[in-house]
Each structure stands twice: as structure tokens, then as C-alpha cells.
């Protein structure tokens, strides 16, 4: 079913349930603004005790309107709000929007309210937006619904915001207001009971009044379902998101904020990130963002031509422009021609183009529309610093023109002058952004460059090998069995084969005569590697000995690692030894899996070996993976330099570590109740470039691996 | 000489060259400026024509003044420039400042114009602000100086503000009076012949008037002067500085913009660094950081408190405190108890301390009472989000009244309402900075907190070790003779060592003899390194083998790399093998010395191996190096953590590696000629944790050390 929200958000009537005539309540304010906003259908006011609230005659219950209600604004008493939905059924209504708080929000008896109330709503086959929310908004000018107790009345314009947090929500339209940031719908979804990010973004996705989206979240509530939607909706149109509690301790705030269990912030960037969502981390630069997709179309490409009358600036924006790894376009010769002809000599026509201080108007006009016309351009900074008798107000107006009549590029001013001039701005229509500093358009353009890279990207597949499952499953009710939850390094290498992972030739030996056998048939040099279940971590114990040459230095290494165990009294739990294919190659990379409790299993890649933990050069994503994610994977940490074959080495083969890493992916999808998974190192061979998984170490989640498996938990006869 | 400017900042009587009655002009802006502003002293127009300018009698000629000039400002044409200059010395001017352009930023010729200016200016004992500026301002009540042409009048307040680009300074005094920010003195430094960015922070050093320094830059004159003068200031006030150029494309605007060379952006970091200075990276962030020095203490400790009535904004602002490394301040019981006595049970008393959104002004007056008095809190973030009934300004008033009160700790007002408030608030007198978002607030905290931490850092000395020069003068010597700007490995080692850095034991051979001797000697294992004269990448030829551990093994590597050179016809240029000590150890890290052109000797520390281009993780300093420069290097690079001893290694000698750098530092500070020094790896000893350099190479620059040693450049009598 797709979310239609249309009774809540366009409806025809509107019942104010609890509305009142005491000033500075919720009951009395949106009754205000519903009729300030010139809400374009009937408000029915909802008050026990009658009478007249803002003029209009006032129901002592829902079910004495005498018209039909889309929506029920509901703002009474938290004890009142499940018998109030009862009689919003009876009457008929669909669309409910609920401000009061006293639920989840509150604890466990309030979340146990909040429980029913969405049986109820669920029963009753309405939308619920809330409860504990600041309400909704709509300015298409057939609707004209202010459903909502913020300072301001809304804007009109075609962004649709929604927010997890009511009050800074409020605290948001309010700023919007004042930047002149005009929106078409705005959704607080409070505690989120039934309507939530999700909702908006799918409602939203063939709204044309909607023509991006912002989010604030503090969590995102079904990542699978957020990542499908937003990854498809954000090839139409951009979702910009200011994702909260990033920090251990900004998201302690945010769990006891809203109830809602903060996922880490790592895999929520890594969802964001695969989804297409822009993500930005402070609300000044949400709506900075905001303002350029509303003013801006997506370009062509990444080459920024900067115009200026002063040289700061100019190398400020430059400066900015590289950061952020745009290309300064390369003025034509032709445009450069062309420039000189109007220009004073002292100007200079390279990019960025200076035309200096007592550069006038029609130079402003001139030059942009010069710029503008460039093929070799593709956005365009245009920098004013006030010189004598020139008025900036003036200078954005000519600058405006040209854009209205060259609409195809990007073009943000940059006005370095006072307040002043921007409180004008807010006053008028303008068609391209203005920014006080450089940064600020360079980070706009860097956002816009952002969504044309996205929305050129291939969609990507997410692939389905053909895989072992049978043995897979033998070898984990093996451990199960047991009851390990680690597997043992040659499982879990069994286990890694079985989905067609390039590891290493072994064999298992568990006597100094098999030792030697595996070893000559395996042919020199070999590792050694002690497999045991009570020791994971083997080279804290000397358990690994590599470049064995003989059958002699392998029967001594294996008689060393025997004592040194023993030593320790470690020798108990030892399996045997692994006597394994010795993979030359200095590359080490690391990937595997650790599972957010939120979102899921996430995979990681990256450089391996000692260095995981000091370098961190790793990156992160949520599974299942599509083949283009596991190529961006590759591609994203700064190890890539290694693979491509720094220093003379062999270059990695690209395809085949992709592929490792997709059928990871498809191994924890299809086994969920794998808790940890690591290969390290995927060593890349000298010899062939291939990455080789030279160990590796699973772990599961027993009690969940037994219900997928369908191993009784008491089950010991080996039935399993 | 200390920097005095007294006679051009602080001038008793103002004489224009060049002043103007035609509108527009600069000649007539400058005069009206100083009137308007009412300038506390005389002002004596000077125009050949002669006439009344702005309601003054204008002189012909400078020299018909009757009274005593202290400063003169010059706008009439350029050519006019230098006879003004005589005519100004004639009539005992000792202050200039040249807003006239036309000098170094037009060409060779300009620029030989400015030598001759500036020859005047020495000859004369006079000093010069300019040419191509905008002039000066100077607030203090006793002088009112607005000698410069910026849209608007100065605003009053203590910030020294220097700006190398003339028509961004105008516009940067026109946002600074938007923000409020007052300065007490602007100095538009123009082409900087004589006064420059180091003069007027000499001149401010003592200058009470001036509480901070804020600089835009493009370059920086004189890095070693500047090194010296800005650590020394910074330990008594703030210096802000805007260094624009990063980027390679930003420095080409950069220099033609100015006619001077940009430094690389690595050195002028490493710089601003070690001397203290406060790097911004956008002017936004540099008024915003002004703006808090303006109005907050410095705090005792990095311990975070956050009051806010809305827990959107105060996740943002944990998020933002905790990335940036500062502490969630730990509230007493004391505290919460007092809390939970007045707020409401629905309020959070941890932190960030949660009023809930419907506190009214008494909650925040107690709360930031309570809380200043935390002794477990160092600085406050009290954010306001809009609420019914409650005036934003009526908040800002009460925190300010308790503010008053209790000046001793910094307190950041966040209030996330309209421009209307921020622009009621440039109206009055604050003693707290306002922002609108969370981030601005936790930047400016961070910026008073690496403040405080620059000024409890311990100044550092840089030591004077016992080294053995002439060994290290005979070798460059050597090499010299030879024409050889690369001293071979052998050669690098030797100077280490005569410079007291533990470099591996060693010995050169040439025949298979000599090596096995060697061997023998040293005892194995050991490495063996070919030295050459024509190959430099030794590994990219296989010229060194490990792990050597027997004489038969040696003579077999001996044998396989001559064949191996042979066969690529490099056989030639090899000077012999090193056989060294094996010195066994996994981590490699690298420390160096690069060449700034502009900055001079550069140092590099971080990690080695393969790894120093692909993971980056190194950092630089100018040389010398302080020790404290030098303990600062080696903590900040993300391979400490190995160094430390991670995954059971052996923790490395930190105060041995420190030294091996400050030697290093001493040796290049002797021997400026010295271009590129590279050792890597300096291997960390898994033995004794020491760092020993394993392979050096350095390379002089033949003509200065040729110079530097006194050997004639045709020498080939072997005299040197």
C-alpha cells in the first residue's frame, strides 16, 4: 500500500479537539492559525463545554459536526486521547494528527498507551500523525492549513521538512521564515507511532509541490525500509537529513529525548550514504542546502567559474572550490576574447575572473552573461564587495536578470556586505542563492555536484551466486552442537568456501604424521596455524608460523607451538593445526562484518593487519550490498592506492575482491544470525593480484542461528 | 627596534595628500570619513589647486601647513608618490600612509617604483602602511581615526584587525559593524613595503587598547620573524588569523592578486601551529571565533555544560562538544539536587540539562546560576528555542543579568529564533556571545579552549647537542667535489651519525671479500643494501635483502645482485654494498626534512614503510624545533598508538625518538642547504623500543653549500 497521507495533510475539514479560548495554549493558538492561514475548508473547534472559540461555534463532541472531518487535530488530555479516537471512528474520520504528549516519551505506562493508540488506529484504517508532535502544515493555496503552534506562519514554498523533535521543529520554521526559505508541507511526527520519516518521503515522492525533502531525525525507525525508499526517491528529487546523536553521548541524550533507540552513528552514515541522502551536520548548513536546491538547477558537471570585483575573495572561494575536489573551470578563449573586450586592462580574465573594484553594474552583467554562455562552465560564484556608489541591491538585481534569462546554470551570489541587504532579499522573488561569504556558495555548489554524481550513478544490482548452503548449515549446527558460537578458524574458512570465497588451500592436522603429509601435498613453503576453540586470538599465543620451506622445519615449528602451549596450559583446547597454502603478497586488507542492533548486519573494508586499529582506513555499509556499493567500497579508502599496485606491486584484481565482498553480503543476508565476521587479512597475492582470505572468524548469535536452523535449543542427540 | 606606529595610529594632526571635492572619489571619501568621525585632532587638506575641501582651507603643497604633521595620506597618482614622499620628509612627517596603487601589484615596473618608495621611507626614518590599502582606523576615544574609505563608520571595540587585501578589508569592516564586533584599530596593509602583518603585531603586543589580533593574509613576509613575534604575543592575547591561498589554484590567484609568492599551504600551517595562532578557514568563522574572544574569559578546563528547553539543540550541541574533543561536564549531586528543587519532574538535571520546552525566565536565570556554580563545569551553552508567551530577548537579558554576576566562566547563548533578535541585540551592550545554532556555539568553546591550552603549553627550548661538524662538512665536501647534489647512503649515514642519531651498525664493501668479512664481523643476520650514485629507489631494483642470517647465504645474495644490475645496465654506477645490522622490528616509521621555498626547512614525522604516500599519516613542523615541538609531532600522528606498543610490541623510546628529531632539526638548521632528508625507515626495535634509522638519504643544493663550506665552485684540486 502506498502512504497516503492526503486526509491529514490536504484535508477538507478539520476538527480541533480540545481547541479553547484560554490564551497561550496549544488549544487556543492552533485554532488561531488555522484561521490566520485562512485555512481554505471548515474548522469545527471540540470543547466540552461549548461555546464560541475564536468566532467559531464550538462542539462539546466530534460526533455533533454536522459535516464530514478529514482530519482531527487532537490536543486534549493524554488520559482523554484513546476514547477521542474511538470517536473519531464513529464519525468517520480517517486523519488524525495528535500534539498531545504523556506516551512513549514518558515511560513504560505511557508507552503502553501509545501501544493501543496505534491498534486502534490501525483497527480503525486511519493515519495517525503524533502523538507528542507540534502538528502539520500545508501551504499549497488550496489548502492553506497552518496546523501547527509555531511563532511564525508558514512561508510558502516547495520544500517538505519533516521533524522528530517538536520544539526545534517549531524553533525550524521559524528560521525558515526568516531566511525566506518557503516550504510546501511540513510533518512534526513526534514519538512517531504510525506516521514517520518514511511515511512523509513515500507521500511525498510524486508530490510535485514537494520538490525536496529535509529531514531531522534523531533515529530512523525501519532502516531497510528508509534505505528502499530514499534510494529510489532520491534519484527524483534531493533529501537532505541532519541526523542527531552522533556522539556516545549525544545519542544517550537522544534515547532518553524520544524514547527511540539511537542507532550508531556509523551505520546510519553508512545508510545515508548508500541511500543517496545528503547528509548535513549542523542546521545552518541544512538550509544553506536547502536554499541552493531551491534556487538552482543540477548541472552539467563540476567546473565552477568564479567572478568577483576583489581578488580575497576570489582566492577564498578557489580555495574552497579545491577542498571540496570541484575543477575551476577552464575559460575558453573565445569567453576570455569576449571579456577583455569590456574589461579594464588591470582585470584579469582567468578563472577566477577579477574585474576589479570599481567594477560597474553593466560589467556585472556583462561578464555573468559572458560566463554563463561558456561551454567549458558549469556553475558559477559570482563575488560583489561593496565599492563606492555602487548599491549591492542594485548589483543582485542586474545579477538576477541575466540568470532569468540563462536559467540552465547554477549561479550563487556572494555579497559581502551587511544584514541589511539580505533582509531585503527576503522581502523579494529571487531566482538564484545569495551567500554573506565564499565558503558558504562553495559548499552549495559542492552539495548540487553532489546530487548530479548520485543521481548519475548506476542504480546497481544486488547479485545472487550459486552457493553451498547445505554445507554452511552442517558446519554452523556443527559448532551449535557444541554450543559454540565462534567457529573455529578452519570452519569458519569452510564456511567462507562454501560461498565461493577465495581462500587459502588447508587442510586439517591434528598429529605430527598428518602435519607432515598435509604439508607435502599442500608443497612448501606453508603456514601453520593452531586451530582451537578456546584461543582466538593466535598470534598472542605464537600460533601462526609462516614461511615453512621443509618437512623438516615443519615437523620442528610443530613441536615448538606443542610446548608453548603446554607451557601455558593452553594445549587443552587445541583442534590441531592448520597446515595451509603460504599466499606471498605484502598487501594485507581487512573485511568483514559487525551487526548494528538497529540496522543490521554492516560490512567493512579496508587496509588490514595491525594496522585496522591505528589507521581506521576503513569504510563501512549496511547489507545487502549492490555491486555498486562494493565498488565504491573498494574505491573509498585510501588503501586503494595500494591495490592499484603502488611501488611496483602486482595490482589487485578489482572484480574478484568486489566479488568477495558481494558474496559476504549474500551469506549475511541469508544467514542474519551471523554476529561477527572477519577476514583479515584478505591478503592480495603477489603472484595473481587476487585477494585470498588467509583467515577468517565467524561468530553467531546461538539462540537465533538454533530458530533459523531449526535446531531444538535441548537438542543434543546430533539430530541437527 | 620595537615596532613603533604611534605617528600613523595614533596622530595628533592628519595631513591628505590628494584630497578631493569631487564625490566618489577616494581623495573625498578619506576626507569626509575623518571629519564625520570626528577626528581628534587637525586635518590639513592638501590639493595643488588649492580651495575649501569638506569645509577646510586646502593647501598647495604639504609644505605650506602651518603646523606639525605626524601622518600624511597619500592618495594623489602614483607617479606623483615618491616627490610627495620628499616633500613630506621636508616638512618632518615621520607617518605614511600610501593608499595609491600602482606599485608591485602592476609589473616590474611598479615594482621597482616601490623599491625606490621604499628606500625613501629608510633614508627618511619614516614608516609606511601601503601602497594599494585602504587605509587606517584607529577607535580610541582620544584619536577617532577613520583614515581609510569602507562603506561605513568604525564601531568601537578592541580587536587589532590587519588585512592584505584592500577592498575585502572595506568590506570586511562593513560586516564586522553588522556583527556588533567592534575594533580598536584596522590597518589595511596593502603591498606591505615596510608595515606588514609582524609590525603591527609588535606594535599591539603592548597595546591595551587591542585584547586580540585578527589577520587576513595571503602570504606571509617574513615566517621565521613571524614565528618568533606571534608565539610570544599569543601567550598574552589571541591571534585569529584568515591565511587564504591553500590550495594550489587559490595561491596562483593569490600571487598575481598581490605580487607576492604564497607560500605552500603545509608550511604556513606548520607555522600558525607552532607560533599559536588560531587558523580559521572561512571569514564566517573568523567573526564568529572574534565574537567569542570579545566577550567570554578563558576557561579553566574543557568541561562542557549545556542548558537548553529543547533536546533537539542539545544533541546537537553534545555532538558537536564531544567531536570536538572537549568533555560533557559531569554535574555534581550538589547541582542536581538545587535543579530538581525548582524544575519540573519531567526535566532532565544530567547534561545537557533539559528545562523542557516550557520554562519560563526564572528557570533560566536559576538554572544558569546554579550551574556557573558547578565547580565540575568550566563553560556554558544555554540554547532558547522560541516558546509560547516568552520573549527571546527577555531570556537574552536574564542570562546576561546572571552573566554580570558570575563573569568568571564562559557562557554561549544559542537562540534559535529570528534575525530580529540578532539585530536587536547589535543595538545594545552584551557581555555574552549570541548564535543562532549549536555548532557556532561549540566552535567558539573549542576555540577559547585551544586557547587555553596554547597558553598552558610550557614555552619549549630548542637544545644545542654536542655533534661532530667537521665530519659532516667533510662528507658534504666529498660529494660536492664530485658534483654530487645526493649523498649516498653510506654517506647519509655517516652524517646521521656524526650527528648523534642511532643509525644501524654497518660497513661499505665493494668486492665479495669485503662483504663476508663485514658480515662475519657484524654478525648475523644481517641486511645488504646496495649503494649507488645512479639508483636511488634501491627496493625498485631489488638492491636490498633481509635477513641474512649465514655467510654461504650472503655470497649467494652478493652474487644475485651484481647479475641483477647487470642485467639492467646499472651495474655502473654501484659503489658497493652496505652490510648493516639486522635491527628487527615491524613498525617503520619515516621523519625527514622537506624545503619550503618560502618557509624554509620543513620537518616530517609519521609512518614509514609503504605506507607514507598512501595513508599520509605524517605531520610537519618548521624547523628548529622546539622539544615540545617535537613531543607534539610524534603524539599526533595517528601511528603513535603503535608506537605506544599496540598488539603486544614493544613500547618504543618516545624521549629517544623526540631527540632524534631535534637532532635532525639542529642539523639543518647548521646546514640550510640541506634540501630533502629522508629516513626512512626509522625502524622502532622490538628489542629496545629504540628508533634507528635503518636508510637515509639526503641531498644538498650544490651552489649554497658550495657557498655555505667555502669551496670555490671550480675547485677541483681536491683543496675542499
Not at 29 to 53: A, C, H, S, T, W
Not at 322 to 346: H, V
Not at 478 to 496: C, F, H, P, W, Y
Amino acid at each position: 500500500m502506498v502512504a497516503n497521507l492526503d486526509k491529514i495533510m490536504k484535508p477538507k475539514s478539520i476538527a480541533v479537539i480540545g481547541a479553547s479560548t484560554k490564551e497561550h495554549t496549544i488549544g487556543s493558538d492552533i485554532m488561531k492559525r488555522l484561521q490566520e492561514y485562512k485555512f481554505n475548508g471548515n474548522i469545527y473547534p471540540v470543547n466540552p463545554k461549548g461555546g464560541i472559540i475564536e468566532g467559531l461555534q464550538a462542539y462539546t463532541n466530534v460526533l455533533e459536526i454536522p459535516g464530514e472531518v478529514d482530519l482531527a487535530i487532537i490536543v486534549v488530555n493524554a488520559k482523554f486521547v484513546l476514547d477521542t479516537i474511538d470517536q473519531c471512528h464513529e464519525k468517520g474520520i480517517k486523519g488524525l494528527c495528535i500534539i498531545t504528549a504523556g506516551f512513549k516519551e514518558t515511560g513504560k505506562e505511557g508507552a503502553e498507551a501509545e501501544k493501543q493508540l496505534l491498534a486502534k488506529v490501525k483497527e480503525y484504517g486511519m493515519r495517525c500523525v503524533g502523538p507528542n508532535c507540534l502538528g502539520v502544515v500545508n501551504t499549497l493555496p488550496e489548502v492553506r492549513m497552518d496546523g501547527c503552534f509555531a511563532e511564525s506562519l508558514p512561508e510558502r514554498g516547495h520544500i517538505g521538512f519533516v521533524s522528530q523533535s517538536g520544539a526545534l521543529g517549531g524553533g525550524i520554521l521559524n528560521i525558515l521564515k526568516d531566511l525566506n526559505l518557503g516550504f510546501a508541507q511540513f510533518i512534526s511526527i513526534g514519538n512517531q507511532a504510525d506516521v514517520n520519516a518514511e511515511t512523509a518521503i513515500e507521500y511525498w515522492e510524486n508530490e510535485k509541490d514537494v520538490e525536496q525533502i529535509l529531514l531531522y531525525m534523531e533515529s530512523i525507525q525501519n532502516p531497510a525500509n528508509f534505505r528502499e525508499l530514499a534510494t529510489r526517491v532520491t534519484k527524483k528529487k534531493p533529501i537532505l537529513a541532519l541526523k542527531a546523536g552522533r556522539s556516545a553521548a549525544g545519542a544517550s541524550a537522544a534515547s532518553s529525548h524520544t524514547g527511540s533507540l539511537a542507532g550508531a552513528d556509523k551505520a546510519a552514515a553508512a545508510l545515508l550514504k548508500q541511500s543517496g541522502v545528503i547528509r548535513e551536520f549542523s542546521l545552518e548548513n541544512l538550509f544553506a542546502t536547502a536554499k541552493v536546491f531551491a534556487n538552482c538547477p543540477i548541472p552539467k558537471g563540476d567546473r565552477v567559474a568564479i567572478i568577483t570585483n576583489s581578488g580575497g575573495p576570489g582566492i577564498m572561494a578557489t580555495d574552497a572550490v579545491c577542498e571540496y575536489g570541484m575543477q575551476m573551470a577552464k575559460i575558453t578563449d573565445e569567453t576570455k576574447e569576449k571579456l577583455r573586450s569590456f574589461l579594464p586592462s588591470a582585470a584579469s580574465v582567468k578563472n577566477p575572473i577579477d574585474m576589479i573594484a570599481s567594477a560597474p553594474i553593466e560589467h556585472y552583467k556583462q561578464t555573468l552573461e559572458t560566463v554563463i554562455a561558456d561551454e567549458n562552465v558549469d556553475m558559477i560564484i559570482c563575488i560583489y564587495l561593496p565599492f563606492l556608489g555602487l548599491k549591492d541591491i542594485d548589483v543582485a538585481k542586474a545579477l538576477m536578470e541575466i540568470k532569468a534569462a540563462n536559467p540552465q546554470k547554477p549561479v550563487i551570489g556572494v555579497f559581502m556586505t551587511t544584514s541589511e541587504f539580505f533582509a531585503k532579499l527576503s522581502d523579494m522573488d529571487v531566482n538564484m542563492p545569495f551567500f554573506m561569504y565564499s565558503e558558504q556558495a562553495a559548499d552549495g555548489l559542492n552539495r548540487l555536484n553532489q546530487q548530479r554524481l548520485w543521481m548519475e550513478r548506476p542504480e546497481g544490482k544486488i547479485p545472487c551466486y550459486d552457493v553451498d548452503r547445505a554445507k554452511v548449515e552442517s558446519i554452523i549446527k556443527g559448532a551449535l552442537k557444541e554450543d559454540r558460537a565462534q567457529l573455529t578458524t578452519l570452519e569458519s574458512i569452510d564456511v567462507l568456501q562454501a560461498y565461493g570465497i577465495r581462500a587459502c588451500k588447508y587442510g586439517l592436522a591434528t598429529n605430527e604424521e598428518e602435519v607432515v603429509n598435509l604439508g607435502n601435498s599442500i608443497g612448501y613453503p606453508v603456514v601453520m596455524k593452531m586451530t582451537s576453540k578456546t584461543t582466538s586470538h593466535k598470534t598472542d599465543v605464537g600460533g601462526v608460523v609462516v614461511n615453512i620451506k621443509s618437512e623438516e622445519q615443519l615437523r620442528k615449528e610443530y613441536k615448538g607451538l606443542l610446548s608453548r602451549l603446554e607451557e601455558k596450559g593452553l594445549l587443552e583446547g587445541l583442534e590441531g593445526v592448520i597446515i595451509q597454502e603460504m599466499v606471498k603478497g605484502s598487501r594485507e586488507m581487512v573485511c568483514g562484518i559487525a551487526t548494528d542492533p538497529q540496522y543490521g548486519p554492516m560490512m567493512m573494508f579496508g587496509l588490514g593487519g595491525v594496522f585496522v586499529e591505528v589507521m581506521k582506513d576503513v569504510t563501512f555499509r549496511i547489507a545487502p550490498l549492490t555491486d555498486v556499493d562494493a565498488s565504491e567500497m573498494i574505491k573509498s579508502v585510501k588503501a586503494y592506492k595500494l591495490l592499484e599496485g603502488a611501488r611496483g606491486t602486482t595490482p589487485a584484481q578489482m572484480d574478484q575482491i568486489q566479488e568477495t565482498l558481494l558474496r559476504l553480503s549474500q551469506l549475511v543476508s541469508d544467514y542474519k544470525f551471523i554476529d561477527e565476521l572477519d577476514i583479515n587479512p584478505l591478503l592480495i597475492s603477489e603472484a595473481t593480484g587476487e585477494g585470498i582470505a588467509v583467515d577468517g572468524r565467524i561468530k553467531v548469535r546461538m539462540e537465533e542461528a538454533r530458530k533459523a536452523l531449526g535446531c531444538a535449543e535441548s537438542c543434543a542427540c546430533g539430530c541437527c
